[in-house]
Structures are given as C-alpha cells and as structure tokens.
C-alpha cells in the first residue's frame, strides 16, 4: 500500500475524532507537503532515512508558493502527523512499531508582542471616546478589542462573543465558543466556523469590572439593545473573520 492511500484513509478517521480546525490543518500538511514527498513509497520502504530527505526538503524549499523553506514549527508539525500516521498503520495492521532517527530543526523561539501601558492607555480612552459617539460599527470593534485586553480573551473568543453571553446582573462573561476560518480540500476554499474553544477548559465564565462594564452598556445603548443572537464585534447576526478583525488590534493603538 503507498503511503498516499493510508494518509486518506487514517485522515478520514480522523476527521470523526478531532475538532473541525485540526482536522483543517491535517488535510492541509498532507496535500502540500506529505504526499509530495512522501505520498508515492510504499509503507514498507518508508525508514529514516526517507524522512530524513523530506526533511530536508521541506527545510530547504518546502513552502509550495514561494519554493521557500518551512518554518522549524511546520516541519516539526509535518514530521509528526507522518510518523503518527505510520503509527497507526503498523498498530492496525499488528506489526512491530518503528522508531525512526531523524534530526529536526530547533524549535522556534518566538518573542510574544503585547501592548505598552501606554499602548493600553491610548486603547481604553479610544474605546471611551467611541462608545460616547454615534460610529456603531466602529464602537463594536472597540469594545471587542477592550474585552480581548481586560478580561484575557482570545481573538476568536471575542469575535464568537454574542449579548446574550453577557450577564450584566452578575457581572460575568460566558465563553462557549470560538470562531476560526477552516480551510477545505483543493479547491473547495473556506468558511468561518463556530465551534467549541481550544479546550475544555476553554468553557468558562469570567467576572467582568467596572471598566468591562461601562463599555458593554455603554454599546448596548448605543446599539439600541440588540438582542441575544447579536454578535458584539459586529452588532449583526454574522460572525467577523478574525483575521481581519486582527488588523484592528494592530491599528488601533497607533491612530
């Protein structure tokens, strides 16, 4: 059996065990970068040194746009779904699990951007200002960025937010859900799904303060008390891409 045949058949059981965003992201690392390489060998011939050179190449021009070498965190990320796959083809098949030694790139480091305390300063009195204007649009994608700095929420979880998660009587936030855009297969393009957080301790409720509070009823307000249904970030029934919504948080304090 090639390897190409086993990667879409342990994918297509995989896609009833995981989330809808991680089985996104296998479908993607074995079309662009598994079964280039590695998709033509047969199971059996598949050893250390086969995925050494993917490896290898994958360091070197493994990026299929721009021929440019992969990040140390994709290659690791490829490594790892291919011997995970191989794993499971020798557990069903009840043969002998291999070890392979293969030497991977160091793993990334990356420095993680926050905002200054006067960054956060300038944020806050922006989402003062907004919230005592008349610019609804522009008001909800404040607010939205005020819950991510305040409360610690993902941009996800904040996009995902809607009013009816508010409970102003007690002064909490439930987080139950995230939004994510999901890729499909080749050709098929993507969508923004709703599904459940990262983890299941992704499920909770957070205490807002006095800050949170101001600005969420001052937007209520401001919106004319939309209903539960609403999505804060947007005061409309339809989720925002989070992706685009990033470019706010990045724009934001530097106006």
């Not at 796959?85 to 291999?98: F, S, V």
């Not at 610019?135 to 700095?149: D, E, P, Q």
């Not at 969420?216 to 004319?224: G, I, P």
Request: hydrophobic residues 35%; positive net charge.
């Amino acid at each position: 059996m090639i390897f190409q045949d086993w990667l879409e058949e342990w994918l297509q059981d995989k896609k009833n065990e995981v989330k809808p965003a991680t089985y996104s992201s296998y479908l993607l690392a074995i079309e662009n970068h598994l079964i280039p390489i590695l998709g033509g060998y047969e199971i059996e011939e598949i050893n250390s040194a086969v995925l050494q050179e993917a490896v290898n190449k994958w360091a070197k021009e493994g990026n299929i746009k721009t021929n440019q070498p992969l990040s140390s965190k994709s290659i690791r990320e490829n490594y790892g779904l291919a011997t995970r796959a191989l794993k499971a083809y020798c557990e069903k098949n009840q043969m002998p699990i291999i070890t392979y030694k293969v030497k991977l790139p160091p793993k990334d480091n990356f420095d993680i951007e926050t905002f200054t305390k006067e960054e956060q300063k300038k944020i806050i009195l922006k989402i003062n200002l907004a919230c005592a204007g008349k610019r609804v649009k522009y008001a909800c994608k404040c607010v939205g960025i005020g819950l991510g700095l305040c409360a610690g929420l993902r941009i996800g979880e904040v996009c995902a937010i809607k009013w009816g998660n508010i409970d102003f009587e007690n002064r909490t936030i439930l987080i139950d859900s995230t939004a994510q855009r999901i890729s499909g297969k080749k050709g098929e393009g993507s969508e923004i799904v709703i599904g459940n957080p990262k983890t299941s301790n992704g499920f909770r409720t957070i205490p807002f303060n006095a800050t949170i509070e101001f600005f969420l009823l001052s937007l209520y307000e401001l919106c004319n008390h939309p209903g539960k249904d609403i999505y804060i970030v947007t005061n409309s029934n339809k989720c925002t891409e989070p992706r685009t919504y990033e470019s706010t948080y990045k724009v934001l304090p530097k106006n």
